[in-house]
């Protein structure tokens, strides 16, 4: 993505390894080569620790505030999801009413979009569905920036 905004290249996908969508947190951490470099770096059994967060805007784009949590051994789903929850239970108590939840992650906004709260085995995803029926109306789509802009709220 940097190559074509930069019109270097004309294809988004990754010139190494065919991945899809390059952008520059592909072509320094996910990318195969990079990969193999960090696998040199950082010792296998390290590089598993994750933090959670994310920010919260109006629905004009103003920041309103910001959230992480330091989250130790976890898969990247699982992160995300923890982003969402927390950001999720910030907001409850507020004056907000609708909430759009944008996770950087497809499996992410998947998971939560087709698993209704009963059948799921996560406890993650049942603990963001009911605090998402605390609000008035909520959506949620995956954004493609990296940046984690988690949830934009809007009050009626």
């Known amino acids: 993505m940097e190559r074509v905004h930069r019109k270097i290249g004309h294809d988004l996908a990754c010139g190494v390894c065919g991945h899809g969508f390059e952008d520059v947190l592909h072509a320094i951490r996910d990318c195969s080569l990079a990969r193999s470099i960090w696998d040199q770096l950082i010792p296998i059994d390290q590089q598993a620790w994750f933090y959670s967060g994310g920010i919260v805007h109006d629905q004009n784009g103003r920041w309103i505030l910001g959230f992480n949590r330091y989250l130790g051994n976890c898969f990247v789903l699982d992160a995300e999801l923890w982003g969402i929850l927390d950001g999720l239970a910030i907001l409850i108590g507020r004056v907000y009413d609708n909430v759009l939840i944008q996770p950087d992650n497809l499996e992410a906004t998947k998971v939560i979009q087709?698993?209704?709260?009963?059948?799921?085995?996560?406890?993650?995803?049942?603990?963001?569905?009911?605090l998402l029926l605390q609000f008035g109306q909520w959506g949620i789509c995956a954004s493609l920036e990296k940046i984690i802009r988690l949830l934009i709220v809007w009050s009626n």
Do not use: A, D, P
């Open 114 to 130: 087709e698993i209704s709260s009963e059948g799921s085995n996560s406890t993650l995803i049942r603990r963001i569905h009911q």
